[in-house]
T-cell receptor
Framework: GQQLNQSPQSMFIQEGEDVSMNCTSS?????WLWYKQEPGEGPVLLIA?????ELTSNGRLTAQFGITRKDSFLNISASIPSDVGIYFC?????????FGKGTLLTVNP | GAVVSQHPSRVICKSGTSVKIECRSL??????MFWYRQFPKQSLMLMAT?????????EQGVEKDKFLINHASLTLSTLTVTSAHPEDSSFYIC?????????????FGPGTRLLVL
């Protein structure tokens, strides 16, 4: 089946720093989505990307759909303590999503 | 964004009993919903696709007779874990597709924590 490689697995940063994480795949996806999950909660949609090359921002978050359709990155600028959580990328094809393994983000005040 | 709810949020049951989990799209209709399972510190694994008015489609390795799915209406899908065993203890999350301007986006429910004793 399709597999996504998400990196890094975890990040420990200071408040105010910028963060970057990415996902790569051996398969092509039609959509890329980024979700954030906090303990005991379901994933919350951050950014959805529908076209190769698309660059979309949502506040301090910016994500891009790679030109090859096999990768995507998420940047968070000027991190704050409430950014802590697990960030998942998900590649979409035929309505189904394949999830990366997640990036655990810790922000030190 | 769209709102998806799940009920119950957590359930504890005895081994051998059945548990039903509901997933509702609150402000939109969803012909397609999905059920995922997530074990601690792991990613979400798709179990099945729930289709309104037709049978669910199960992923490889997921027993359809154990995880019964019923998509009774355009806003409700249910997952019943039959004859639950401790190894079925997990976090079950549903999602629903919202289509806007030709773009499909999956929105997730808050999850149901199942503990089988």
């Amino acid at each position: 089946g399709q597999q996504l490689n998400q990196s890094p697995q975890s990040m420990f940063i200071q408040e105010g720093e910028d963060v970057s994480m990415n996902c790569t795949s051996s398969s092509i996806f039609n959509t890329w989505l980024w979700y954030k999950q906090e303990p005991g909660e379901g994933p919350v949609l951050l950014i959805a990307l529908y076209k190769a090359g698309e660059l979309t921002s949502n506040g301090r978050l910016t994500a891009q759909f790679g030109i090859t359709r096999k990768d995507s990155f998420l940047n968070i600028s000027a991190s704050i303590p409430s950014d802590v959580g697990i960030y998942f990328c998900a590649g979409g094809s035929n309505y189904k999503l394949t999830f990366g393994k997640g990036t655990l983000l810790t922000v030190n005040p | 964004g769209a709102v998806v709810s799940q009920h119950p949020s957590r359930v504890i049951c005895k081994s051998g009993t059945s548990v039903k989990i509901e997933c509702r799209s609150l402000d939109f209709q969803a012909t397609t919903m999905f059920w995922y399972r997530q074990f601690p510190k792991q990613s979400l694994m798709l179990m099945a696709t729930s289709n309104e008015g037709s049978k669910a489609t199960y992923e490889q390795g997921v027993e359809k007779d154990k995880f019964l799915i019923n998509h009774a209406s355009l806003t409700l899908s249910t997952l019943t874990v039959t004859s639950a065993h401790p190894e079925d203890s997990s976090f079950y999350i549903c999602s629903a597709i919202l289509t806007t301007s030709g773009k499909e986006t999956q929105y997730f429910g808050p999850g149901t924590r199942l503990l089988v004793l």
